[in-house]
């Protein structure tokens, strides 16, 4: 069980870092990267729910679009198939959080291990159809440019369910999946006044860019902090408005945590206001 494993979780020590790999000739400083261990419960939030419904639930509304966009890329010899062995009555398991457990860092290992919770929970309502829980679909960085340097190496991206495909069905994926709202990629340089880097939401004709990716490819959690200067919201805000719905342009925000702020500091990131 998740609970006995994550039992005395300040002991507990998973992933690993790997260098980044210079350029020829290139004799910079060597930057690092987690690669953390990543843990679900063994018993699913949901053990057996249909795509259609898990669609509805976590307001992921092309998920099975982007589930069977992701098997034709990925399983190329049952391409013509996906369609018809993956629809919206097809039940899978799923998960409202993972945990991602880096190694101490090699360029600050006295700071010990760190924990990332992701979560996609969504709202849960009483009995007189008001919100008794917010929902909460966590931001995070998927490490997808493997040549580029420090931040850049990452695409920010708002988990809205974690889920695996039934046994049946494992000869065409048989790892945890994510599907995900995608951000663009961090702006090249940090927004002067603030020292911080930006990102915007990633949109096709309007509409919020989504796509299904191994879990594995989370690599920590993150904070995108709202460029209030340019939000300007068509209706009042009220206390469970999805402000990163709503916004379109985002900080990422290092001080969200020791562990991130330590990370951009050590990639040269960490920015300064001039």
Known sequence: MLDEFLGDTQKHVGGRWEPEEHADGDQGPELWHSHPELV???TPTDARIKLGDLEECNDSPRLLTSLTKYLKNTCPDFKAQVSTLVTAATKVQSWSRARLFHAPSPFKPSEGPHIDVIRAQPAKFDRFDRVSKPARFDTVL???????VGIHRYTPARVRAIFELPKDLHHLSNEKLAYVDLFYSPSPIPEPDVGLYTTTRAQIDGVRKSAVIPLSSIKMTC?????????QPDTTLIQYSDILQLCESFYINIFASYFL??????WGQAGSVA
Do not use: T
């Open 261 to 266: 702020y330590e990370l951009f500091r050590h």
């Open 223 to 231: 904070h995108l902090a709202p460029r209030y200067n340019r939000f």
């Open 40 to 42: 679900v419960a063994k």
């Open 142 to 148: 998927i490490m997808d440019k493997s040549r580029r």
